[in-house]
Nanobody, 124 residues
Framework: QVQLVESGGGLVQPGGSLRLSCAAA????????IGWFRQAPGKEREGVSC????????YYVDSVQGRFTISRDNAKNTVYLQMNSLKPEDTAVYYC?????????????????WGQGTQVTVSS
């Protein structure tokens, strides 16, 4: 059974950092593309970053490029999202999601498996 569990969210001041974790169970990261998405109140869910399976290629949307870094630890079967220089507009519920294959996409409907989400609030 495929399962994703996010952790690491919280309250942080503008300019601060957080590291989100996405622990995967029931599958091997090498064969799945993992995406990080976020949804702010009243807004649609948007893709933030993704990492392809076998090749481990990393992709970012423009709004987080240079501030966020996606990585993974295959031994722990966990994907991370390091978020630096956080801004109030980064406030949202963050989700990780998985899809089979090695093709990067920020289209949420193409991801079959989702975690429960973790709240990130950037505020002074």
């Amino acid at each position: 059974q495929v399962q994703l569990v996010e952790s690491g969210g919280g309250l942080v001041q503008p300019g601060g950092s957080l590291r989100l974790s996405c622990a995967a169970a029931g599958f091997t990261l090498d064969y799945y593309t993992i995406g990080w998405f976020r949804q702010a109140p009243g807004k649609e869910r948007e893709g933030v970053s993704c990492m392809t399976g076998r090749a481990g290629r990393q992709y970012y949307v423009d709004s987080v490029q240079g501030r966020f870094t996606i990585s993974r630890d295959n031994a722990k079967n966990t994907v991370y999202l390091q978020m630096n220089s956080l801004k109030p507009e980064d406030t949202a519920v963050y989700y990780c999601a998985a899809r089979t294959g090695d093709i990067a996409t920020f289209t949420s409907t193409l991801y079959k498996h989702w975690g429960q989400g973790t709240q990130v609030t950037v505020s002074s």
